[in-house]
């Protein structure tokens, strides 16, 4: 096996995604789209291949965040890399090169997250012998990436997946249906201003930050007309009431964004908007529905414990990952980093407040 690694090209990004796609730990937030859409958000994607031959073995979506004031950065691969870790060689090679385009950037760090389920000795133990250590830092589901999640086999039939949910579940999405809730499947751009509406007062009424319409309209164009997202709304007496925006690649759905309005909230238009979503996915050819992130604390008291009821209602397995591990190319900004980066997050989230209470009077 003659191992190369190389940064693909524009026009190479269908045979990038099928090897993303057809991976057993391929992700969406890995695929070259992805990385176009983080793209506005001041990220330069890199992508990189491990090949013998013709063959890709290993890829991964390098994130590079320039830091301000001074000539270096971070890079960052988000649910990545796609590799099998157990392959020594293959992993060596990938490092190798990851360290190359680190030295190639001024870069002081890799952080990856991959999507491992824990516990993984194997694979922890892999990590840490070549380098990696678990990263401290953790915010929001603890980390950038939640690092707990709802996931879901759907390969039973519909039949048998309804009956697995939770009793109030069903009820709801029974109720739902019967008060006239519809899901509307096919939407347009006008229906992602509509969601967009939504999403902002979902966003005031608990307490959480969202992206500029911008964001989403580039979420449109590189995801939902490329086969990769799609927007569900749900239509309560001609209103729009609620609306989610799913994610797809190779045989997963992951659920992304939701949003409900204040009203109506009573004809439970979430519910059907999830089984909905399940439906599609099932007939897309998906074996697994991922929900996203819940709290880790699962206390009643946790103020997202209602978020974690929802979800767990569907019956779906409660996953933990390992979490983020950061491979350090310089200690002394490594170092910098983590007393620094805590306290630029918190300027950001302070400026943003102070906007809304000067937008509120």
Same mark, same amino acid.
């Given at each position: ?64 965040? $320039?830091?301000?004031? /001074?000539? *270096? =950065?971070?890079?960052?691969? #988000?649910? %990545?890399?796609?590799?099998? +870790? ?35 000795? $194997?694979?922890?133990? /892999?990590? *840490? =012998?070549?380098?990696?250590? #678990?990263? %401290?830092?953790?915010?929001? +589901? ?41 899901? *509307? ?177």
């Amino acid at each position: 096996m003659s191992l190369t690694g190389r940064v693909i090209i524009d026009k190479e990004s269908q045979e990038f995604n099928s090897f993303i796609a057809q991976h057993s730990k391929g992700h969406i937030l890995q695929s070259f789209e992805w990385g176009e859409v983080k793209a506005l958000t001041g990220w330069k994607p890199i992508r990189l291949v491990i090949e013998d031959g013709d063959n890709i073995l290993a890829a991964v979506s390098l994130l590079k965040r $320039q830091l301000p004031a /001074i000539n *270096k =950065s971070i890079l960052y691969a #988000p649910r %990545g890399p796609v590799v099998d +870790f157990q392959d020594e060689k293959v992993f060596k090679a990938l490092l190798q090169e990851t360290a190359s385009i680190g030295k190639k950037h001024n870069a002081i760090l890799l952080k990856i997250d991959p999507d491992i389920a824990a516990p993984n000795n $194997q694979v922890e133990k /892999i990590l *840490k =012998s070549s380098g990696f250590k #678990p990263a %401290g830092n953790a915010e929001g +589901f603890e980390g950038i990436q939640p690092k707990y999640v709802f996931r879901l086999d759907i390969k039973p039939t519909l039949e048998e997946l309804f009956n697995n949910l939770h009793g109030k579940t069903r009820y709801n999405i029974r109720l739902a249906k019967k008060r006239g809730v519809e899901v *509307k499947e096919e939407c347009n751009k006008k229906d992602l201003q509509e969601f967009y509406q939504i999403l902002k007062v979902t966003a005031e009424r608990d307490k959480f930050l969202i992206r500029s319409f911008e964001y989403f309209e580039v979420i449109w164009r590189k995801l939902v007309e490329n086969g990769l997202a799609k927007l569900f709304m749900a239509y309560y007496e001609g209103k729009p009431v609620a609306g989610t925006l799913a994610f797809i690649m190779g045989q997963n759905v992951w659920y992304i964004y939701g949003a409900s309005s204040n009203k109506y909230r009573n004809v439970m238009p979430n519910y059907l908007l999830q089984w909905t979503m399940i439906e599609w996915a099932k007939d897309q050819g998906c074996s697994m529905y991922d929900f996203r992130g819940v709290p880790g604390n699962l206390t009643e008291d946790n103020p997202l414990y209602g978020l974690f009821r929802f979800k767990k209602g569907f019956n779906g397995n409660y996953t933990q990952f390992i979490g983020e591990y950061d491979l350090i190319y310089s200690n002394l900004y490594y170092h910098l980093w983590n007393i620094c980066e805590p306290m630029y997050k918190k300027g950001i989230r302070k400026a943003i407040n102070v906007k809304k209470k000067l937008r509120g009077k």
